[in-house]
């Protein structure tokens, strides 16, 4: 695999390209979903990782370009998911679809993948050869289909990306154990170059799309990661929440938060479990309401930090919510009750620091 692109080089595709005049360095990111998951994968996630390597620099306009590949269950929803496993596979007949943000130069698309079930395809773990020309062809077709509505888009030339994606399939390794190597090798190099920056560029985070006051109150990565379920917005259920809370926040700012989580929950079907389980004492508890214990917790908190992030603030009747929601989680008796583990001490210091972070809000309320 070659490096980055020459002057000469830059030079030469710039004077090929008069439709954008933006010739930049590229993120990209090959992830995938199904009805309850969302994130990387062993060997789709290495596409992204060929299309940054290769197709930096090529005058097409995306800065950051982020594909799901969407996949089918065929398996019964998991007890308190079936009202998203439901809207999940209905959402796939209007798929694929695609966003440009021309202020960000950032592309998403979206699409269902025909290379199996979830079942099999996000279970793997293994780099395959196979599946990965078979995912980097299945998004060469995708783009194929959206392009035409693309190609209407202001500061973008989707018939570069195309060209330069079509461009890919010389670029291959001959094996997966080569494949493997080149995607551990990409992946050291882009942990090296990124350990250079401050944290937050690290991260990606566009604080413009936060309160003003949002770095001041959380000056610190674990407050902001993706990924990791001790982050309130890391796991599954406070990456969702985070979503549809920035829309909801949109139309009503000034609007109790919590009318809004009573709306998710009932959009998840999980209304009615919640507010029995609220109703119980905690010596009621059993192992069947662990998991809906657990994404009551996990939404809590994540809609505590949501408020603080997006509206610079946190309710004092909210973060009392998710502070007792900490103390649930490292009760012995209500652990045991549920079937939790013991927290580890990570878990432990991390509550204690964001714990500490909502006092300020109960404090100033009192």
Same mark, same amino acid.
């Given at each position: 695999?070659?490096?980055?692109k020459?002057?000469?080089?830059?030079?030469?595709?710039?004077?090929?390209?008069?439709?954008?005049?933006?010739?930049?360095?590229?993120?990209?990111?090959?992830?995938?979903?199904?009805?309850?998951?969302?994130g990387?994968?062993?060997?789709?996630?290495?596409?992204?990782?060929?299309?940054?390597?290769?197709?930096?620099?090529l005058?097409?306009?995306?800065?950051?370009?982020?594909?799901?590949?969407?996949f089918?269950?065929?398996?019964?929803?998991?007890?308190?998911?079936?009202?998203?496993?439901?809207?999940f596979? #209905?959402?796939l007949?209007? /798929?694929? %679809?695609?966003? *440009?943000?021309?202020?960000?130069?950032?592309?998403?698309i979206? !699409?269902? =993948?025909?290379?199996?079930?979830?079942?099999?395809?996000?279970?793997?773990?293994?780099?395959?050869?196979?599946?990965f020309?078979?995912?980097?062809?299945?998004?060469?077709?995708?783009?194929?289909?959206?392009?035409?509505?693309?190609?209407?888009?202001?500061?973008?030339?989707?018939?570069?990306?195309?060209?330069?994606?079509?461009g890919?399939?010389s670029?291959?390794?001959?094996?997966?154990?080569?494949?493997?190597?080149?995607?551990?090798?990409?992946?050291? #190099?882009?942990?090296?170059? /990124?350990? %250079?920056?401050? *944290?937050?560029?690290?991260?990606?985070?566009?604080?413009?799309? !936060?309160? =003003?006051?949002?770095?001041?109150?959380?000056?610190?990565?674990?407050?902001?990661?993706?990924?990791?379920?001790?982050?309130?917005?890391?796991?599954?259920?406070?990456a969702?929440?985070?979503?549809?809370?920035?829309?909801?926040?949109?139309?009503?700012?000034?609007?109790?938060?919590?009318?809004?989580?009573?709306?998710?929950?009932?959009?998840?079907?999980?209304?009615?479990?919640?507010?029995?389980?609220?109703?119980?004492?905690?010596?009621?508890?059993?192992?069947?309401?662990?998991?809906?214990?657990?994404?009551?917790?996990?939404?809590?908190?994540?809609?505590?930090?949501?408020?603080?992030?997006?509206?610079?603030?946190?309710?004092?009747?909210?973060?009392?919510?998710?502070?007792s929601?900490f103390?649930?989680?490292?009760?012995?008796?209500?652990?045991?009750?549920?079937g939790?583990?013991?927290?580890?001490?990570?878990?432990?210091?991390?509550?204690?620091l964001?714990?500490?972070?909502?006092?300020?809000?109960?404090?100033?309320?009192?």
């Amino acid at each position: 695999m070659s490096g980055r692109k020459t002057a000469a080089q830059l030079k030469a595709v710039s004077a090929l390209t008069n439709r954008v005049d933006t010739i930049s360095e590229m993120n990209a990111k090959t992830m995938v979903a199904s009805y309850g998951t969302f994130g990387g994968h062993m060997t789709i996630s290495i596409v992204g990782q060929l299309i940054e390597d290769r197709l930096s620099y090529l005058g097409h306009g995306i800065s950051d370009f982020e594909s799901v590949a969407c996949f089918r269950t065929k398996r019964p929803p998991r007890r308190t998911l079936e009202k998203h496993y439901s809207s999940f596979h #209905e959402e796939l007949s209007r /798929l694929p %679809k695609a966003r *440009w943000e021309s202020r960000k130069s950032r592309l998403t698309i979206r !699409y269902e =993948s025909q290379l199996g079930l979830a079942e099999k395809i996000l279970e793997d773990r293994i780099v395959s050869l196979e599946l990965f020309s078979r995912a980097l062809d299945e998004l060469i077709s995708v783009v194929v289909e959206l392009a035409p509505k693309l190609q209407k888009k202001r500061a973008l030339n989707v018939v570069v990306f195309l060209d330069g994606l079509r461009g890919l399939s010389s670029c291959i390794p001959g094996s997966s154990e080569e494949l493997t190597k080149y995607s551990e090798h990409q992946t050291a #190099e882009k942990r090296e170059e /990124l350990s %250079k920056l401050p *944290w937050d560029e690290q991260l990606g985070i566009d604080w413009n799309a !936060y309160h =003003s006051t949002a770095k001041e109150l959380m000056d610190n990565p674990l407050f902001w990661r993706a990924s990791g379920d001790f982050s309130p917005h890391g796991n599954d259920t406070g990456a969702d929440l985070l979503v549809a809370y920035t829309s909801w926040n949109k139309r009503y700012p000034d609007a109790n938060s919590q009318l809004f989580l009573e709306k998710l929950l009932s959009r998840w079907g999980m209304a009615d479990t919640v507010r029995r389980l609220q109703s119980k004492d905690p010596s009621e508890y059993s192992p069947d309401d662990e998991i809906s214990m657990t994404v009551l917790h996990e939404a809590l908190v994540a809609l505590a930090f949501a408020e603080l992030k997006l509206r610079g603030k946190c309710s004092s009747e909210l973060a009392l919510r998710a502070q007792s929601s900490f103390h649930r989680q490292q009760d012995p008796v209500i652990r045991e009750k549920l079937g939790w583990p013991a927290p580890t001490r990570e878990c432990v210091e991390v509550n204690k620091l964001l714990s500490s972070v909502l006092s300020r809000f109960t404090a100033e309320e009192e």
